[in-house]
């Protein structure tokens, strides 16, 4: 399935460039590869900032088309990575 990302604020579509930071390692990537978790240190960001028009959003709100059963299986996995950072 073809999965669209863009940001629900303004339909900037993200072109696979390293533009979030981590704000606890300093570590850039790319979020939508990583599911908005941070590839060095396994921070998880509930959020993600659009770089086109600076505004926030929930990371799943980017995912465009995503269907019903997907949708559930990305929530397991940030929930899951959400109680493992706790220690
Ligand atoms: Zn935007
Ligand atoms: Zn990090």
Known sequence: MDIKIACPKCDWEPDGR??????????????????????NCKKQFKDTQCISCHEYSPHLDWYRNLDAWLRAQLEKILERTAVSVED
């Not at 390293?18 to 590839?39: E, N, Q, S, V």
């Open 18 to 39: 390293p533009y979030w930071m981590c704000d606890h390692c300093f570590t850039t990537f790319d979020t939508f590869i990583t599911t908005a978790i941070c590839p």
